[in-house]
């Protein structure tokens, strides 16, 4: 013998205050299955770790120590180089006319 319809949507109805999940009865889609899942932010945020001070935050911290950046000397040393050699970034323009000027010619 089958069970009304009623008697089971008052059964699902009393499972799901029961066990704290939504009656959806027209099983609609509702995102639940999205909203239960924990959140990702905390576990995408630990995975890198933490940043540590770098020697520009301690020149910026303490001004009146003179703080040599070994690193950074040698980057401005080298792009001077291959500044002198030609292998350097190009000039940026100036104004329009000069970018307007140097246009090929048919």
Do not use: H, W
Not at 1 to 28: D, E, V
Not at 43 to 54: D, E, H, K, N, V
Not at 66 to 88: A, H
Request: hydrophobic share 25%.
């Amino acid at each position: 013998m089958a069970t009304p319809l009623t008697r089971l949507q008052t059964l699902i109805q009393t499972q799901c205050r029961i066990f704290n999940t939504i009656y959806n009865p027209t099983r609609s889609r509702t995102g639940n299955k999205i909203l239960r899942q924990r959140l990702k932010g905390p576990s995408l945020a630990a995975y890198y770790p933490r940043r540590i001070a770098t020697i520009k935050d301690l020149a910026k911290a303490y001004p009146e120590y003179e703080v040599i950046d070994e690193d950074e000397d040698d980057r401005l040393e080298n792009v001077q180089i291959t500044k002198s050699r030609g292998k350097g970034p190009p000039k940026k323009k100036r104004t329009k006319e000069v970018a307007v000027g140097k246009k090929k010619k048919r």
